[in-house]
């Protein structure tokens, strides 16, 4: 029975510290897919704003000018509408700059940036990318510098989860007396 305890608990520190290496090793994959995700969402929203743009210049016969001085001209005519406009204005900035921010940092804390980001989103702009990335996110094998650095160290974080995990099958330590 003992020779069974041991085994065990040597099998969940191994599989803890297995699985928290491959799952943190996916952390610079992941955050590449996420920061072209941002560039793609923003990219189609800044699209949108600039067709609506052109609508609203052409029905109501605005000059060419900026988006802060559109958005003014047509709180004249379709205060709702500026507002609409506005808002998407703030969408395509604020995602546009968590993804400057992304590329501006070095590539081992990138992962730590955009876990960071998406946790502080306040206005639920990045939400929606962040679960369609983690939904069609497919594992992969990066042996990039970073993806090592993360494996090694969701190594060591899974050795001490097994270990703490492990803790209730070590009923031998706890017995023995011990010497002075």
Known sequence: MSFLRRWLSHSVRLASALLLALIAMQAPAFTHDYA?????VSADARR???????AARQYYALGDGDDASLIQALRGHEPANAETLARSLDRVAALQAARDQLNA???IVQPLIAFA???HDHDGYKA???RTELQTYIVHLDLGIAAML??????????????VLSLPFDTERRRRPVRI
């Open 36 to 40: 072209t995700a941002l560039l793609q």
């Open 48 to 54: 949108d704003v600039d067709q609506r743009e052109a």
């Open 105 to 107: 940092a070095p590539v």
């Open 117 to 119: 980001d998406a946790a």
């Open 128 to 130: 929606a990318i962040w």
């Open 150 to 163: 993360y494996g090694a160290a969701g190594l060591v974080l899974g050795s001490l989860l097994g270990h």
